[in-house]
C-alpha cells in the first residue's frame, strides 16, 4: 500500500511538472510567477549582452551569478543565454496567461534604466509576457522592503512582480543575507539557504564561506529566485596634471590604500599645487560611517583603524600599530600608533576608539557590515538598549582596545579597515541617535593626511595638508572640492572645465565623456555591485 | 492709504498661516519621510527597522502632523526657525547664507531685465513696423520661449569652456574677499536669468507704450509743442510704466524661488536649490521657513505694487 502510495505520487508530479536543472517546477501558490519555469523563461527572454552592448555602451558586464567573477563564485551557473524559443517553451510548458501583465517597478531615475526598462519590456512582449514599468517614488522603502506578516506563505506587502534593484556589497555576505527567513518581502522561505546564511555568517574561514556562496549561487541560479542582470563598474577620472606615483586603484566607494599623501600634482599659474574634485557637502558633512568612502572628508579627513587593499581585503594597520585576532575568532586586539593626533592636535586615544565603536553602535545608519560587527560584540545588546553605561566586551588599556565578541563575526577585520573613530570629546552631551545632528559636522576635526579648512556650504570646502601625519606630510597643498556627485551633469560640466582632478562615477553614460577629454584618464575598477531584478513570488493583490 | 496699508498687513497673518499649513499638509500626504531619504533604497533593506524607528522618534516624526504643524509655528513665531532634520543645522544659518546667494542673482537679473526689457519695449513701440520692432519681437519671442536651462547650457558650453572667458559655476572660490571677486561668477547666471524677463518685460512695455501712446493726452502733449522725446518719455512711458511695474513687482518673489534652475545649472548655492533638496529629502523645519519666506514675498509684493501704482498713477484710490 505503501508502496502503491510512492508510485502515485511519483507519478503525478512527472505529470504536473518538468523537474529542471533539480527544480521541482512547478507553482508553489497561485501567484504564476511561483513557477520557476516563467522566471527562468523571464530570464532566457531578455538579451542582456546586447543591452550591455546598447544601452550601456560597453559600461556593463552581463551577468550569471549575483556575486562578482572570482574564487567565491561557482563557474558553472546556467548564464541563461538569451533563447526566446527557450522561453517561449517554458511559458507553455507553465501554462502562461499571455494576458497577465507584469509589474515592474525601479527606483532610478536615470535614462539608462528607463531605456533598459523599455528593452525588457519588448524583450518579454517578444515571447507572450505583457510588461508595465513605473518608477517608485517617496518612501521607496515602505514599498520594496516590508516583509509579510507571514514570510512562508504570504501574501506579499509588496504589490509589483518585479524589482530591478541593485546589490552594492562591502561583504559578500551582503548579497544573501536577506535570504535568511524574515528578510525577504517577495520570496517564500527557503530552508537550505537559512542554514547557509548562517553559515557563511558564523565563521571566519574562507573555505567554508565558499562552500556556503557556491551552493547559494547555485540554488538561486536554478530556481532563478532572482535574475543578476549585469555587474555594474566603477570608473576612476584623473586629469594628466595628476600623479598617483604607483599608489594603487581600488573601490572608491570604501576605504582603501590609495595612498593620496604620496600623490602629486602640477602646479596651477600660481605655482600652487591645487587638486579639484568633488563630493563636497550641501549642508553638513556626513558621519563617515554611513557611506564609508564616498564624501570628500571620509576620503581625505579621516583615517581608518585597519587598511584594506583596493580589493577590499585588510592588508594591515592604518591607525593601528599592531592587531590581532584570537584563534577562536573572538577578541580582536587593536593598538594604536603611538604620537597620532586629531586635526587640532589633541591625542587620539583608545577611549576613543572605544566611544567610536559605542557611538557606531547606536547611530541609526551605521553602515549594515559594520553594524553587523558591532552588534556581535559583547554586551553590545544592553548597550544599546540603554541598560548598560559601557559596552561591557570592549575595553581600554592606555592606546590598546580590546573587544570581545559574544559571536564569531566573519568581518571584523574588514569592518575596521573601513572604520573611522571619531574624537571623542566633540561629542559630549549628543545623543548618538541624533550623532548626524551635531554642530560637529559643519567643520569636523578628522585624523586623515588631510585636514578641513575652508567649508562654505554647497560652495566648496577646501582641505590643506595635515602637517606631521602619521604616514607622512600630503604633497598636495590644497584640495577644492565642489559640492558635485556621480549622478550630477555638474560633473561633466567641472571636468571639462578643468575643476575636477579627481572623482570617480559609475554613471556608464558620463564615461564616453569623460575619455573624450584629452586632459582625462579614465580607469575602469571592477567593484561587488550587481544590478538585477527581485521577482515576487508570493500571492499579492495584483495577482 | 495707511488705513488701507495697515489692513493689508494685518490680512497677511491669517493668510501666510493658512497657507504653511497647506505647505505643511502637502507635505504629509507625500509618501516617506526624512528617515526614509536619508539612506539609499539600496542599503535600505539591510537597515535594522528598530533602529530607524528610534530614529524617527529622536527627530520628533513619531508625532501627528498637526502636533508638529503647531509645534513648529508655535516656535516660529518667538523667533525659533528650529534645526534641520537632516543635518541638526539651525534654520536661520541656512537662510542667512543661502538667501542673499539668490538675491544677489535676482537683484541683478530683475535690474539689468527691468532697463534693457523697458528700453527695447519703449523703442520696438516708437518704431514700430519697423525691422528693429520684427527683430526685436522675434527676439522677445525667443526670450519667453526657450527654456532658461538651455541658455544656461550654451552659455556654459561657449562663454565657460570654449572661450574660457567665465567659471562655468559656483559663487565664489578660495580667497575671494570681496564681491568684485565673484562677480565673474555672477555674469552668467544672472544674464541667463534676466533673458526671459527681460523678454517679458520687453514685450509688456511695448504693448503698454502703443496703448499710451494712442491716448488723447498724447495728442494734446504734441499739440502744445512739447518736444518728441518730452512727449515719449514723460508722457507716454510714464503711463506705460504702471503695468511693467506691476509685471515686476509680480516677479520679485517668483524669483526668490524660481532661479532654481539656473541655481542648478551654474551651481550656484541659493535657496531655491536648497529648498527643492529639502523637499525631497521631506525636511520639514528647512522647508517651512522658506516656504513661509516665497508665501510673505508674494503678498508683500502684492501689497508694493498696489502702492506703487497708486503713486505712479493719480487715478487709482487705494482702498475706495
Redesign the interface.
Known amino acids: 500500500m505503501q508502496f502503491k502510495k510512492l508510485i502515485a505520487t511519483g507519478l503525478a508530479v512527472l505529470m504536473t511538472s518538468t523537474a529542471i536543472g533539480g527544480v521541482v517546477a512547478q507553482p508553489i501558490n497561485e501567484n504564476p510567477l511561483s513557477d520557476p519555469r516563467v522566471r527562468q523563461a523571464i530570464s532566457y527572454a531578455i538579451d542582456m549582452d546586447t543591452i550591455a552592448e546598447t544601452i550601456f555602451e560597453g559600461a556593463a558586464i552581463p551577468a550569471d551569478g549575483l556575486l562578482p567573477d572570482g574564487p567565491n563564485k561557482p563557474t558553472d551557473l546556467n548564464p541563461y543565454k538569451y533563447d526566446p524559443d527557450k522561453a517561449r517553451e517554458l511559458l507553455a510548458e507553465a501554462g502562461w496567461d499571455s494576458n497577465r501583465e507584469l509589474d515592474v517597478v525601479f527606483?532610478y531615475a536615470d535614462q539608462a534604466t528607463t531605456d533598459l526598462m523599455a528593452a525588457m519590456q519588448a524583450y518579454l512582449a517578444d515571447v507572450g509576457i505583457k510588461m508595465n514599468y513605473r518608477l517608485?517614488?517617496?518612501?521607496?522603502?515602505?514599498?520594496?522592503?516590508v516583509v509579510p506578516d507571514d514570510p512562508v506563505n504570504g501574501p506579499s506587502k509588496v504589490t509589483w512582480d518585479m524589482l530591478y534593484?541593485?546589490?552594492?556589497a562591502l561583504a559578500l555576505q551582503?548579497y544573501f543575507?536577506?535570504y535568511a527567513l524574515g528578510?525577504k518581502?517577495m520570496i517564500p522561505n527557503i530552508p537550505r539557504m537559512n542554514e547557509l546564511v548562517a553559515k557563511v555568517n558564523g565563521t571566519t574561514d574562507p573555505e567554508i564561506q565558499r562552500e556556503g556562496y557556491f551552493e547559494m549561487e547555485r540554488i538561486i541560479n536554478e530556481n532563478v529566485y532572482q535574475i543578476p542582470l549585469y555587474y555594474q563598474q566603477l570608473y576612476t577620472f584623473e586629469s594628466t596634471r595628476l600623479n598617483r606615483n604607483g599608489a594603487p586603484y581600488g573601490n572608491e566607494q570604501y576605504n582603501y590604500n590609495w595612498g593620496v599623501e604620496g600623490w602629486t600634482i602640477e602646479p596651477d599659474a600660481s605655482g600652487k599645487a591645487v587638486m579639484y574634485t568633488n563630493t563636497a557637502p550641501?549642508?553638513?558633512f556626513e558621519v563617515p560611517w554611513?557611506?564609508l568612502g564616498i564624501w570628500v572628508s571620509n576620503k581625505f579627513a579621516f583615517d581608518t583603524v585597519l587598511e584594506s587593499d583596493g580589493d577590499l581585503l585588510p592588508i594591515g594597520g592604518e591607525m593601528a600599530d599592531t592587531y590581532s585576532v584570537s584563534d577562536d575568532g573572538l577578541t580582536f586586539t587593536v593598538t594604536l600608533k603611538d604620537g597620532l593626533t586629531w586635526h587640532d592636535g589633541t591625542a587620539i586615544t583608545g577611549d576613543d576608539l572605544a566611544w567610536s565603536i559605542g557611538a557606531a553602535m547606536k547611530f541609526?545608519?551605521t553602515?549594515?557590515v559594520v553594524?553587523s560587527t558591532l552588534a556581535k560584540i559583547d554586551g553590545a545588546e544592553a548597550f544599546v538598549a540603554g541598560e548598560a553605561d559601557a559596552v561591557s566586551g570592549v575595553s581600554v588599556d592606555g592606546n590598546t582596545v580590546t573587544v570581545k565578541f559574544a559571536t564569531v563575526d566573519p568581518n571584523v577585520l574588514l569592518t575596521f579597515s573601513q572604520f573611522a573613530p571619531l574624537p571623542a570629546a566633540q561629542f559630549e552631551g549628543v545623543?548618538p541617535?541624533?550623532l548626524?545632528?551635531?554642530?560637529y559636522?559643519?567643520k569636523p576635526i578628522g585624523s586623515g593626511p588631510f585636514k578641513i579648512d575652508?567649508v562654505?556650504?554647497?560652495?566648496?570646502t577646501?582641505l590643506v595638508p595635515f602637517e606631521g601625519y602619521h604616514k607622512g606630510t600630503p604633497k598636495i597643498e590644497?584640495i577644492?572640492a565642489?559640492?558635485?556627485y556621480e549622478n550630477d551633469a555638474?560633473l561633466l560640466?567641472?571636468a571639462?572645465?578643468g575643476?575636477a582632478d579627481f572623482g570617480y562615477t559609475k554613471v556608464a553614460s558620463d564615461v564616453p565623456a569623460l575619455e573624450a577629454l584629452d586632459h582625462m584618464v579614465v580607469h575602469p575598477i571592477n567593484i561587488p555591485y550587481t544590478r538585477m531584478l527581485w521577482i515576487n513570488q508570493f500571492p499579492h493583490p495584483t495577482n | 492709504m495707511l488705513t488701507y496699508i495697515i489692513r493689508r498687513i494685518l490680512i497677511l497673518i491669517p493668510m501666510a498661516f493658512v497657507i504653511c499649513f497647506l505647505v505643511y499638509l502637502g507635505l504629509e500626504l507625500t509618501p516617506g519621510d526624512a528617515v526614509s531619504h536619508m539612506i539609499s533604497p539600496d542599503m535600505l533593506g539591510s537597515m535594522d527597522p528598530e533602529r530607524l524607528e528610534a530614529l524617527r522618534q529622536s527627530l520628533g516624526l513619531g508625532q501627528p502632523f498637526y502636533v508638529r504643524f503647531w509645534s513648529w509655528f508655535t516656535n516660529l513665531i518667538q523667533g525659533n526657525f528650529g534645526y534641520s532634520t537632516n543635518g541638526g543645522v539651525p534654520i536661520a544659518n541656512i537662510i542667512a547664507t543661502r538667501l542673499p546667494a539668490t538675491l544677489e542673482l535676482a537683484a541683478i537679473a530683475l535690474l539689468f531685465s527691468t532697463v534693457i526689457g523697458c528700453i527695447l519695449g519703449v523703442v520696438s513701440a516708437l518704431k514700430r513696423g519697423s525691422a528693429t520692432d520684427s527683430a526685436l519681437t522675434v527676439v522677445g519671442m525667443l526670450g519667453v520661449s526657450i527654456p532658461e536651462f538651455f541658455f544656461g547650457l550654451v552659455a556654459i558650453l561657449i562663454f565657460g569652456l570654449n572661450l574660457g572667458w567665465l567659471p562655468v559655476g559656483g559663487r565664489s572660490m578660495p580667497g575671494y574677499l570681496t564681491f568684485w571677486d565673484r562677480v565673474p561668477h555672477l555674469v552668467m547666471p544672472s544674464l541667463v536669468l534676466s533673458i526671459m524677463l527681460t523678454a517679458g518685460v520687453m514685450r509688456y512695455a511695448r504693448s503698454s507704450m502703443l496703448d499710451a501712446l494712442s491716448r488723447d493726452f498724447i495728442k494734446t502733449a504734441r499739440s502744445k509743442g512739447l518736444p518728441e522725446w518730452r512727449v515719449n518719455v514723460l508722457h507716454g512711458f510714464r503711463v506705460a510704466l504702471t503695468p511693467v511695474v506691476v509685471l515686476i513687482g509680480f516677479r520679485l518673489p517668483v524669483l526668490i524661488g524660481g532661479s532654481v534652475i539656473i541655481e542648478q545649472v551654474f551651481q550656484w548655492p541659493g535657496i531655491g536649490i536648497e529648498f527643492i533638496s529639502a523637499v525631497r529629502s521631506q525636511d520639514y523645519p528647512v522647508v517651512m521657513p522658506i516656504a513661509l519666506l516665497s508665501v510673505m514675498a508674494v503678498l508683500i509684493a502684492s501689497l508694493i505694487v498696489d502702492i506703487l501704482t497708486a503713486l505712479i498713477d493719480p487715478r487709482v484710490r487705494l482702498g475706495e
Do not use: C
Open positions: 527606483y517608485l517614488e517617496g518612501d521607496i522603502g515602505s514599498q520594496i522592503s534593484g541593485a546589490r552594492a551582503e543575507n536577506r528578510g518581502p550641501a549642508q553638513f554611513q557611506n541609526p545608519i553602515h549594515p553594524k545623543d541617535i541624533n548626524q545632528q551635531a554642530p559636522w559643519q575652508e562654505v556650504m554647497n560652495d566648496y577646501t590644497q577644492i565642489s559640492p558635485s555638474n560640466v567641472n571639462t572645465a575643476k
